[in-house]
């Protein structure tokens, strides 16, 4: 068994090395980032958008695997910018995989709606204000 488990993490490492899908979305001059998939991304592109006319900097990474997840992307860009909101239609379970590859310095923090309602973009640019930029 422990040689099918080593066998396992092997090809694991494979895949997380060579098939991680993502986007990234005007994250070149990007001062704070939205992490969204599947359909919240769409809602996170306008949003940014909406920021962007405000003034404020922000960039999409858009997620197209979860599994692999964008780790190193995620690393490099907490980097580059002042905190990261990521927008699900859940309780916040990318959140936590976002969380594990940003090195404690920034803020990081979910915004979200359950039950099919889906958030508008001016909500999500209200949720940048008041959780990552006001932070």
Do not use: W
Not at 21 to 36: K, P
Not at 71 to 83: C, D, I, N, T, Y
């Amino acid at each position: 068994m422990e040689k099918t488990n080593l066998r396992f993490q092997a090809k694991y490492r494979v895949i997380e090395e060579n098939e991680v899908r993502f986007e990234e979305i005007d994250c070149e001059d990007a001062e704070y980032l939205i992490v969204a998939f599947g359909s919240m991304a769409r809602i996170g592109q306008k949003a940014m958008e909406l920021a962007r006319e405000k003034g404020i900097k922000v960039g999409i990474l858009r997620p197209i695997t979860l599994y692999p997840f964008p780790k190193k992307e995620v690393a490099r860009l907490s980097k580059q910018v002042k905190g990261i909101l990521t927008v699900e239609m859940s309780a916040g379970q990318m959140v936590e995989d976002v969380r594990l590859n940003v090195a404690n310095n920034i803020p990081v923090e979910h915004f979200g709606r359950f039950g099919g309602v889906i958030p508008t973009p001016e909500e999500i640019v209200e949720a940048l204000e008041k959780q990552i930029i006001g932070a």
